[in-house]
C-alpha cells in the first residue's frame, strides 16, 4: 500500500503564546493526503486555514505534532533540507500569484526549475509545455502585469507544477477571481491532479468548488471535523 501523500499528525500552533492575546489557531489537527486525492478544507476567513497550509508545505512550523510527506518524517529536518523538500516535493498556488513582475510568463516558471539546478534549456522547455497545457501558449513572453488575472493564475499553477511535486497546496487560489474564471482555474488545477497523480489538498470558502473534489474536511475552532 502506497504510503500517504501527506499526513499530519496532533499538529498545533498557537500565535503569541506568552502575551495576553494569544490566539490557539490549531489544536491537535490530524490530516491523511493519498496520491491522486484532492481534499478541500473549507472555512470561514481568519479560522487558519492559510496557517495549515503553510504548515504542510513546510513553510510555517507548528509548535508540536508530526509532520510527514511520502512517508518521510519532515518536521524536525534542518531549514537547508526543508527547501530542498520544498522544491522537489510540494507546490504551492496562492490565493494572490506572487509572480515575479520583472519576469515574463515563461521565466516565472522556470524560476523554480532553476533554482532546483534544471538546466535552462530543459527548464524553458517544460514551462512552456506547462503554459501550452493550460492554453497560455501565445503568452510565453508576457508579464504578470500583461495578463488577465485568470491568466496570472494559470502561470502561477504552472509554476507550482514546475518540479513535477507530490503534494500541491493551494490557498483560496481562485478567490480573487470572478465565478466563471474560478470555475475555469479550478477545473484545471483538478486535471492536473489527476493527470500527475498528486495529493492535493485546497483550501476554499467557496462550497460551489467543495463539492468538485473528492472529499471536504472543515476547519472550526482550531479542528478539523468531517461532515456527512
Known sequence: MDEPILKLQEITKTYNPDKLNEVCVL??????????????????????????IFISGLIESPDEGVISIAGTHVHKVDDQVRTKIRRQDIGIVYQFHHLLPEFSAVENVMVPQLANGVVW???????????????????????????????QQRVSLCRSLANSPKLLLADEPTGNLDSKTSQHVFELLLEKVKILGMGALVATHNEHLSKQMDRVIYLENGKLINRE
Open 121 to 151: 534549456e530543459e527548464a524553458q522547455a517544460r514551462a512552456q509545455a506547462l503554459l501550452a497545457s493550460v492554453a497560455l501558449h501565445d503568452r510565453y513572453n508576457h508579464k504578470p502585469s500583461e495578463l488577465s488575472g485568470g491568466e
Open 27 to 52: 489544536k491537535g489537527v490530524s490530516l491523511t493526503l493519498k496520491k491522486g486525492e484532492i481534499v478541500g478544507l473549507l472555512a470561514p476567513s481568519g479560522a487558519g486555514k492559510s496557517t495549515l
